[in-house]
Structures are given as structure tokens and as C-alpha cells.
């Protein structure tokens, strides 16, 4: 583990760099009265040479003092770097190393998250030792949340649940935690060893309703597993469990119905979903911004976006005020059926309802969308209007443009992606290098399949990216060819 990055910065000149150029960005970003960050440029990790298809970055500063650093500074860094975790433990060490900066817990359970999506496990617990030994940045249950999390999506489901029999090392054992590791369980498709933990005993019994001394009676703990089996599109299981509710005398809350009737807008019934819409209202249970959301786009798959609409006016006169997720999901039922005039008026409408348009929405947009030159003009109106693209959002649209053959927005894309300080996951390079596979450019796309295996992501296997073969380098000059004429056709 490096203690230093002055110690060995032969090694890391261009990561350094990196680091700096970022934290130049970051710096300006929470000092500058300005609502939207200056754009910084990521130059690549690797040291070898590659096809110079996007602008070097600009100098970076060399020198940062502690009170250069702001813990949102350094999460916002820390963010930058969550698909390289070599990058980000740097980062982490040279902050404190170099400058002195005390991290607080909310920096060492980004870093142990982002330490747990490689499986770099043994590092994760050093950190959480060593917090654990400093009162001001003791542990604390989102520590544990983020392990269970990491466990359980590695398949580690049995050493998950050994971390919360230790629990007590740390006065974390209690009824949150609980609820914690079973929530993971249940967001990461492991719902069956959830209900048998809580239901079942280890010979298949039923149990009493406790597990590790704490009640899973409760409707909260009911709500995540009926979650989970949403997740799993297990539409049986959904019924069943829903059923089984009702058995074990377990009282249905609001938050019941809108997971049930999300299933069954999401399992091709929404005419059901508005049935149980009108259950809760017989009930008296009173709606609230989230079921509304669930009924308006269950009603609108079934009856159309003018009821939509009608039932989103229903909603504002009885007092429920709307959230971006009401626009979200009026917006996606207009694009889908080509109203894109209404879909932008109701875009202009939003901050004047006090809900300022988020990621999200702007994705409603980009799904539908039909030409490159209109996606990347939205886009653009996304960036400057203060939303931040996510890694999801660049890998949609290289994929959309791959797709249609278009190899010239993709590069823009990823430049853009870039430029805006975005770490690319192994999804990003994965649309990339399809692209440039499709246009033939087999010398370009290896380099970035290199570059993606060197950062310890996953590569799809390739056969086109096996040993070179002579041919290759004329069929190279022939594709640089195919890509002018794609740049002429989007031009166009």
C-alpha cells in the first residue's frame, strides 16, 4: 500500500497529474460563485501512447495546503475515481499524507465502498480497524451497510451474515444493522436466503418471528423482502408473499401498496395497480407523492397520458404536491408517443413548480430521441443547466449511437465524458470499443480493451481483438476512410 505519492512519484507523474487537474476542478467548483463546475480534462492512466483522438489536459497545480480541502472536495474526488480503486486509495494516502487532511468517516466509508466493488475486502476491514480506533471517525451503521451491500452483491452471503454476528465488537448490533443486511440481500437478488433467515429455520421450520434475538414481524422488514422479490421479477413469488402478509396478520402500510402495485404495473397488469389505487382510498390510507407516482404511471400504460395528466391535476387539488418524479414519469408517457412539444413545455413548467429537473429526466428525452444531432443539443442543455451527467447516461447514448452506425457522436461522447471528470466503467469501454469495432478500427479498440484490463475491469472477450494479423493495418487505413464518410452522414 502506498503511505506516499512523493515517495514514488517517478511512478505516478501522469496519475498525479490526474489527481491534481482534478482537485484544480474541484477546488474552483466549491469556491467560485458560479452554479456550474469548469470543465476538466482526464488523461488517460496508462503511460504508453494511444491514438491522440481528444485534447491533453491543461497544467495542473502542484501544491495544496489542509485548508485547501473540504470534505466535499474530497468525496467528490473520491467519486471521480470510483471505477479505479488504485487511483482513488492515491488519492485518499496523498491527501492525508501530503497535506495533513483528517478524514472523516463519511471519506473512509466512500473509500471502503469503493475498496468492496473490486473485492479488495482485506483493505476495506485495515480502514474500518483503524477507524475504529479513532473517536472521530468511529464506524458507524453506514460502515456496515456498505459492507453488507459489497458482500452480498460478491455472493458472499454467508460471511455477510457472519459480519453482523461481530457486530458487537463495534455497538453496531441492533435492529438497523439487521435491517441493513437484509435490505442488502434483498437489493442484490439474494431474497430467498433473506426469507429463510428470517422465517426459517436452519431444518426448515418456521421460526418465532426473531432472528438474532431482534423481531422481523415488523411490516418494514415484510416490505423489503416483497421488494426484493420485485427485483427478482419473480411475479409468482410476489402474489405469494403478498398472500402470505395477510397470514401472518402483518398490517399493509402505504409503503406495502406501492411496492405491490409497482409489481403489478411492472409485471404487465396496471389496470390491477389502479384497482389497488382504489382499495387504499376505500381504506383511507392516504396517498403520498410516491404511490401517486406508481398510479399515474400505471394509469398512463393502461388509459393513456391524458389520464396521466387529469390524475397529476387530481393529485396538486387534493394537496399532494408533485416531485421530479411526477414530471419523470408524465415526461417518459409523452415522449414514448411522440408528443415532444408538450414534453418540453412541461420541461420549461418544472422549476416554476419548485422541481428542478434532474439526470432522469433528461433520459426520458435521450431513450426517445431519433437523431444524434438532437440527443447531443439535449445533452448540452443538461450540462449547462447545472445536471451532471451520470456513467449511465454516456454509455446509453454510445450504445444509442452504435447502434445506428454513427461512430463520430460516440467519440464525442466520450470526450464530453471526459471532460467532465467522469471515471468510465467497464460498460463505458465496453460501448466504445464496440463502436470502433464496428467501423473496423481493430488497432484503436485493443489499445482501450488494454487500457480497461489494466484498470482491473472486465473486458467482453473479443475475437476481433486476438493477435494482430497482417491484414490488419490496411484494413485499418480503409476504415479511417468508412469513419469520414460516417462524420459526413452526421454532419448532414
Not at 20 to 33: D, E, I, N, V
Not at 298 to 316: H, N, Q, T
Not at 454 to 468: F, N, T, V, W, Y
Request: glycine share 4%; with cysteine; charged share 25%.
Amino acid at each position: 500500500m502506498l503511505s506516499s505519492i512523493n515517495s514514488k512519484i517517478h511512478h505516478f507523474r501522469l496519475r498525479h497529474s490526474l489527481l491534481l487537474s482534478h482537485l484544480q476542478f474541484l477546488l474552483f467548483y466549491h469556491t467560485a460563485p458560479r452554479r456550474n463546475p469548469p470543465k476538466a480534462t482526464s488523461p488517460p492512466i496508462k503511460t504508453q501512447s494511444k491514438p491522440d483522438l481528444f485534447t491533453a489536459p491543461a497544467p495542473a497545480p502542484t501544491h495544496f495546503s489542509c485548508s485547501d480541502f473540504q470534505p466535499d472536495t474530497v468525496l467528490e474526488t473520491l467519486n471521480c475515481y470510483a471505477n479505479d480503486w488504485k487511483l482513488a486509495l492515491e488519492f485518499f494516502n496523498w491527501a492525508e499524507t501530503q497535506t495533513g487532511y483528517q478524514h472523516t468517516t463519511q471519506s473512509l466509508n466512500r473509500i471502503i465502498d469503493i475498496l468492496g466493488k473490486f473485492f479488495e475486502f482485506d483493505a476495506a476491514w485495515k480502514l474500518i480497524e483503524r477507524m475504529s480506533k479513532n473517536p472521530c471517525s468511529s464506524p458507524d451503521h453506514t460502515t456496515f451497510r456498505i459492507l453488507f451491500k459489497r458482500y452480498v452483491s460478491a455472493h458472499l452471503v454467508e460471511e455477510a451474515i457472519e459480519i453482523f454476528g461481530k457486530l458487537d465488537e463495534y455497538n453496531l448490533r441492533d435492529e438497523t444493522s439487521l435491517s441493513n443486511l437484509i435490505d442488502a440481500l434483498c437489493e442484490y437478488k439474494h431474497v430467498v436466503e433473506a426469507e429463510e433467515l428470517c422465517f426459517k429455520s436452519k431444518n426448515g421450520d418456521n421460526v418465532d418471528g426473531n432472528v438474532f434475538g431482534f423481531s422481523v414481524e415488523s411490516t418494514k422488514i415484510h416490505n423489503m423482502i416483497l421488494r426484493g422479490w420485485f427485483k427478482m421479477k419473480w411475479w409468482s413469488k410476489c402474489r405469494e408473499f403478498w398472500e402470505a402478509m395477510d397470514k401472518r396478520g402483518v398490517t399493509k402500510d402505504l409503503f406495502s401498496y406501492s411496492i405491490y402495485m409497482d409489481i403489478q404495473c411492472k409485471s404487465g397488469k396496471p389496470w390491477k395497480a389502479v384497482k389497488l389505487y382504489k382499495e387504499m382510498k376505500k381504506k383511507g390510507i392516504r396517498l403520498d407523492v410516491v404511490a401517486y407516482n406508481t398510479v399515474i404511471r400505471a394509469i398512463g400504460i393502461s388509459e393513456g397520458a391524458d389520464v396521466a395528466v387529469s390524475l397529476y391535476k387530481e393529485m396538486i387539488e387534493l394537496g399532494c404536491e408533485p416531485n421530479v418524479v411526477t414530471f419523470n414519469t408524465i415526461l417518459k408517457l409523452l415522449c414514448q408517443n411522440g408528443r415532444y412539444r408538450e414534453a418540453h413545455q412541461l420541461l420549461d413548467q418544472m422549476p416554476k413548480r419548485g422541481c428542478e429537473p434532474d439526470v432522469i429526466t433528461y433520459h426520458s428525452f435521450f431513450t426517445c430521441l431519433e437523431k444524434p444531432k438532437e440527443i447531443l443539443k439535449m445533452f448540452d442543455r443538461m450540462v449547462e443547466s447545472g445536471v451532471q451527467p451520470r456513467i449511465d447516461t454516456y454509455v446509453m447514448l454510445m450504445r444509442k449511437f452504435g447502434r445506428w452506425g454513427f461512430l463520430r457522436p460516440v467519440l464525442d461522447v466520450w470526450k464530453k465524458m471526459e471532460e467532465n471528470g467522469s471515471s468510465p466503467d467497464e460498460s463505458a469501454y465496453n460501448a466504445l470499443i464496440d463502436a470502433l469495432l464496428e467501423k473496423g478500427l481493430v488497432d484503436i479498440a485493443r489499445k482501450y480493451d488494454e487500457e480497461m484490463l489494466s484498470r482491473g475491469l472486465s473486458a467482453k472477450p473479443r475475437a476481433e481483438l486476438q493477435k494482430k494479423t497482417d491484414d490488419e493495418v490496411s484494413q485499418n487505413v480503409h476504415s479511417y476512410t468508412t469513419v469520414d464518410d460516417d462524420e459526413m452522414k452526421f454532419n448532414d
